[in-house]
């Protein structure tokens, strides 16, 4: 059964530090991967995916992801996070080209 | 380009009540789906249209949840009756197909408490 797994509920960073958000996920063929954030009062905004190609993908605001097969492993991460970073982040993987499911989400915290 | 709309931002109602989440997504999208997220849990799919036929409401939970499509545009999420652990927010998406995968772009999402 394909799932996602988000194991920190809450991370709290101080501004400019670098940041590792993790995702690792069960799914049986080659994954299409997704890191979504969502600030308050805002819809999911799409930071960036992983179809094929590259293991090291970038997105916006800064922000890029691993993939490693081996790990079944998709972590988002950022060298130096900044005050408008702090949203709740949702790692996601496509299903059969339409159905996504999604971790649980962490909610970051920056402190000044 | 407008992003995807969702009404009412927030809902409070009562057991055994109504109620109607609205979506209209973005204008050309032929995508359109339902997600769900209970307090602190991950993200659920509900179902997907594509134009006005559902292509998977294997999501639904239940038969108290009627999600329509007519005409293909703006897209309604009805809950009658509605019950407590129906509490959460429901995120609507659209897309069209990019290289074989469906990006999406959400909804800021209907927030339904039911008291």
């Known amino acids: 059964a394909q799932s996602v797994t988000q194991p920190d509920i809450h991370i709290t960073v101080s501004e400019g530090a670098s940041l590792e958000l993790r995702c690792n996920y069960s799914?049986?063929?080659?994954?299409?991967l997704f890191w979504y954030v969502q600030s308050p009062g805002q819809g999911l905004q799409l930071l960036l995916k992983?179809?094929?190609?590259?293991?090291l993908v970038q997105g916006i605001k800064g922000f890029e992801a691993e993939f490693k097969r081996s790990q079944s492993s998709f972590n988002l991460r950022k060298p130096s996070v900044h005050w408008s970073d702090a949203a709740e982040y949702f790692c996601?993987?496509?299903?059969?080209?339409?159905?996504?499911?999604f971790g649980s989400g962490t909610k970051l915290n920056v402190k000044p | 380009e407008a992003g995807v709309t969702q009404f009412p931002s927030h809902s409070v109602i009562e057991k055994g009540q109504t109620v109607t989440l609205r979506c209209d997504p973005i204008?050309?999208?032929?995508?359109l789906y339902w997600y769900r997220r209970v307090m602190g849990k991950e993200i659920k799919f509900l179902l997907h249209?594509?134009?006005?036929?559902?292509?998977?409401e294997s999501g639904m939970p239940n038969n108290r949840f009627l999600a329509e499509r007519t005409g293909g545009t703006y897209s309604t999420l009805k809950v009658q009756p509605a019950e407590l652990e129906d509490s959460g927010v429901y995120f609507c998406?659209?897309?069209?197909?990019?290289?074989?995968?469906?990006?999406?772009?959400f909804g800021a999402g209907s927030r339904l408490t039911v008291l």
């Open positions: 998406a659209s897309s069209q197909e990019v290289a074989g995968a469906n990006v999406l772009t």
């Open positions: 799914y049986g063929a080659t994954p299409y």
């Open positions: 992983y179809f094929s190609g590259d293991t």
């Open positions: 996601a993987v496509l299903y059969n080209f339409n159905k996504f499911y």
């Open positions: 204008s050309g999208h032929d995508n």
């Open positions: 249209f594509v134009k006005e036929s559902k292509q998977d």
